[in-house]
């Protein structure tokens, strides 16, 4: 089975802290996806990365950076964290979509339920 | 503009019965690919079911039928005989491409309640 882990699954953090959320999977998987969960707000995507060191900004991005150094690990970084960072944040990630016939289904972490004071 | 609308914020069924959740979806391109997910209380996302925009039968994953109408763009998740355990968020979502992969864009969810 595909294992996706994140690193804490509660993270408690101070306004101006910088922050790093970690993410590792264990089935070579080429995408990785950073999201956050907000009640009434479903999944919004924040960053995703194709390949090492390649990277693509999703749809809220602003306030977020990622690194991807190995292909299993892709970390999300906040430079520093505000209080409306406060979320819980899902990493997922996926095979290469040139697979021929497979839908693109992400397999996701647990999540890390982030609260900024 | 929301490209997936979740209209349902929670639904309440009884245990036995079956239930349906609505998902409507906004996309101009001919290929894309429409996921359920389940999210019970512990927080983990579990995949239901896949429907690609070309596939000619409904798709169907043991209690769970995707209610596909093309036309109306809309993909409807039918859970029969409800259970307990199906008490959870359910989140319907659509393969959006973009130029190096493709990405997920999920809806708001809707709040499942079976009860006795």
């Known amino acids: 089975d595909v294992k996706v882990t994140q690193s804490s699954r509660y993270l408690v953090k101070r306004t101006g802290e910088k922050v790093f959320l970690e993410c590792v999977q264990d089935?070579?998987?080429?995408?990785m996806f950073w999201y956050r969960q907000d009640p009434g707000l479903g999944l919004r995507l924040i960053y995703f990365?194709?390949?090492?060191?390649?990277?693509e900004k999703g749809d809220i991005p602003e306030g977020y950076s990622v690194s991807r150094e190995k292909k299993e690990r892709f970390s999300l970084i906040l430079e520093s964290a505000s209080t409306n960072q406060t979320s819980m944040y899902l990493c997922?990630?996926?095979?290469?979509?040139?697979?021929?016939?497979?839908?693109?289904?992400?397999?996701f972490g647990s999540g890390t339920q982030l609260s900024v004071l | 503009a929301q490209k997936i609308t979740q209209t349902q914020p929670g639904m309440f069924v009884q245990e036995k019965e079956a239930v349906t959740l609505d998902c409507t979806y906004d996309?101009?391109?001919?290929?894309?690919?429409l996921f359920w997910y389940k999210q019970p209380s512990s927080g983990e996302m579990i995949f239901l079911i896949y429907?690609?925009?070309?596939?000619?039968q409904n798709a169907t994953e043991g209690r769970y039928s995707l209610n596909f109408q093309k036309a109306r763009k809309s993909a409807n998740l039918v859970i029969s005989a409800s259970q307990l355990g199906d008490s959870a968020m359910y989140f319907c979502?659509?393969?959006?491409?973009?130029?190096?992969?493709?990405?997920?864009?999920f809806g708001t969810g809707t709040r499942l309640q079976v009860f006795p």
């Open positions: 997922a990630s996926s095979i290469d979509r040139t697979d021929q016939g497979y839908p693109e289904k992400l397999f």
């Open positions: 089935m070579d998987h080429e995408n």
């Open positions: 990365s194709y390949d090492v060191k390649m990277k």
């Open positions: 996309t101009s391109d001919p290929s894309y690919g």
């Open positions: 429907q690609g925009s070309y596939d000619q």
């Open positions: 979502a659509m393969r959006e491409p973009s130029y190096n992969t493709d990405k997920l864009i």
